[in-house]
């Protein structure tokens, strides 16, 4: 890795002019590093040459008109939380802009539902908002840390706790201050045109928001982001849910679940009991994996759901009752490396009446199936464990050190027929090169589309289990593609892969407003855009033929 600062001495001192201060500006070799690498298998081929703390947009704007005239990349930062390789610096070395002090809330407006925050603002920052200031209202988490961007997860058609009612969260994002590649400060939305009184939408503009959302950093620096703010349900209540037959879940019912209109999410984990411990106790794993396995085996399936019913009836929480019968049903615990599925529903309802209807509907409905379908109440002392999860922001995911540090996904969105498929064939793909799947699963607006996600945990020191995450990772994106899906948030090389299996035209079209915008092609060079002229041509005699 090439270590050696390649910009001139002249321009950090014309950085820490700009910034006011030498202690926002730091070309220290141990802090470089820590901004040239990620969790992921991924190597950056040099380091960032200089890191930066803009407070504001007017140092953002001098930073990049800087930038500009010399022809020095420019990095976009806020936590490294996106992993994926999206914040490496390449071969040229360049200026990582960190906007960890860009952390405000501009504006909140009650009346018209909506928020104006900086890039740096965080989950953790939004949840303190909403415990503190405007608890009337909800947005979607994602399952991430605290420090991760509300903004930049909702330029990267993040997903969260909302997606099956509103899809990816670009959906809530109402307009844009963005910084070009040219120092020009540039207002997209409606705020545009009432001077930035009102941020309530995009429409009916032209929608320009485009030329930025899923851009990876590649035509603009957003300095401010305004997004929808939802009405918080009076009534909340969530439910795990334990299908009998994963593919048949994915294949079939939980499309009809979603057409019921009563979930205000549904997600699914579908991950061997290894991964659980430390996120888990360890009796609710032993526990939930023994109910899985049981169902999932045809055994004892009408005893235990009648069993079910008869102790929810019994005093005291099912769980205690369930903890010791379930010896008797189930001797031995599924293997450790064998996938079981947890799905989490959540309804909402703004009155008791409305909130009864809609959780008899979903009774309803699962006495058709053969699944259990779990309060957090029923979980009795383990409820706290449970209830610990679903507080979003995650406060420690346990895949996030499973062995080695290292952490590394392929997410997608694919088409809601083909979801029940990709699950089988990336499962058999991971096992293949002796991983194990760890995979996040749920429908977006309204079952229009679907994520499929596999996160891979690995030991980030040995070169052969690299080796062996390159290939599965491949495999997964090779599976992605196959059945009408598209990878999000994509690493260079899957942007690659992505780019060669589609159509150029929409390659080169994207390029010429990557072009168009930055000329001298300085914002976070080497993502997205990925193919270089040899291979657009034979891409090009490819179609023709």
């Known amino acids: 890795m090439q270590t050696k600062i390649l910009i001139r001495a002249e321009i950090i001192e014309k950085l820490k002019e700009i910034l006011q201060g030498e202690q926002y500006v730091s070309s220290d070799i141990e802090v470089r590093s820590n901004y040239s690498r990620d969790m992921t298998e991924q190597v950056a081929p040099a380091l960032t040459d200089v890191v930066v703390l803009p407070e504001n947009r007017e140092q953002v704007q001098q930073i990049v008109l800087l930038a500009n005239k010399e022809r020095i990349p420019i990095i976009p930062y806020v936590a490294g939380a996106n992993i994926g390789g999206l914040t490496l610096p390449t071969e040229r070395g360049g200026i990582t802009i960190d906007f960890k002090r860009m952390r405000r809330v501009i504006k909140i407006d009650r ?13 953790g920052d939004l949840r303190r908002l909403f415990d503190t200031e405007i608890p009337e209202f909800r947005y979607s988490f994602p399952f991430s840390p605290p420090y991760t961007s509300v903004g930049i997860n909702a330029l990267l058609h993040g997903l969260g706790s909302l997606s099956v009612l509103y899809g990816s ?51 603009g620096i957003a300095t401010k982001i305004s997004l929808q703010l939802m009405d918080n349900p009076e009534i909340l209540t969530h439910f795990a849910i334990l299908p009998k037959d994963p593919l048949d879940f994915f294949g079939n019912w939980v499309h009809d679940l979603d057409k019921l209109h009563i979930c205000d999410e549904i997600g699914c984990g579908y991950f061997p009991p290894k991964v659980a411990h430390g996120l888990l106790p360890h009796d609710m794993i032993e526990l939930m994996a023994k109910l899985m396995f049981m169902l999932s085996k045809g055994r004892n399936t009408k005893i235990m759901k ?16 369930v903890k010791k019968f379930s010896p008797i049903l189930a001797r031995k615990l599924p293997p450790e490396d064998e996938p079981f599925l947890i799905v989490g529903a959540t309804i909402g309802a703004n009155n008791k009446k409305l909130f009864k209807v809609k959780v008899k509907t979903l009774k309803k409905f699962m006495k058709k199936k053969e699944a259990l379908m779990i309060r957090p109440d029923d979980f009795g002392e383990l409820k706290p464990a449970m209830m610990s999860i679903l507080d979003l922001p995650a406060q420690l995911p346990a895949f996030f050190d499973l062995k080695g540090g290292g952490l590394t996904w392929v997410g997608s969105y694919v088409p809601p027929s083909r979801v029940a498929e990709g699950v ?26 679907f994520v499929l996600r596999f996160i891979i945990s ?50 080169k079209l994207l390029k010429r407003v990557k072009d168009m915008m930055d000329p001298n092609n300085i914002m976070n060079p080497g993502k997205l855009f990925v193919l270089n002229k040899d291979e657009i041509k034979r891409k090009e005699a490819e179609e023709m033929q």
Not at 171 to 187: D, M
């Open 169 to 219: 969260a670009d959906n809530f994002i109402n307009g844009l201050e963005v910084v070009l590649p040219t120092g020009e400060i540039a207002q997209v939305g409606n705020h545009a045109i009432n001077r930035g009184e009102y941020w309530y939408g995009r429409s009916p503009l032209p929608d320009l928001c485009g030329l930025f959302i899923g851009m990876q950093g590649t035509t």
């Open 111 to 123: 009346e018209n539902k909506y928020i104006v925050v900086e890039p740096g603002f965080t989950f």
């Open 458 to 507: 690995f030991n980030s020191i040995d070169k052969e289990e690299i080796e062996r995450v390159k290939k599965t990772l491949r495999g997964i994106c090779e599976v992605v593609l196959d059945i009408g899906g598209v990878p999000y948030k994509m690493a260079p090389w899957a942007a690659k892969l992505t780019w060669e299996k589609g159509d150029i035209s929409f390659y």
């Open 424 to 449: 089988e064939r990336c499962k058999e793909i991971i096992m293949q090169h002796g991983l194990f799947p760890i995979g996040v699963l749920r429908p977006m607006k309204a079952d229009h589309y």
């Open 306 to 321: 009648k069993l079910w019913a008869f102790i929810k009836k019994l005093p005291g929480k099912p769980f205690w009752y």
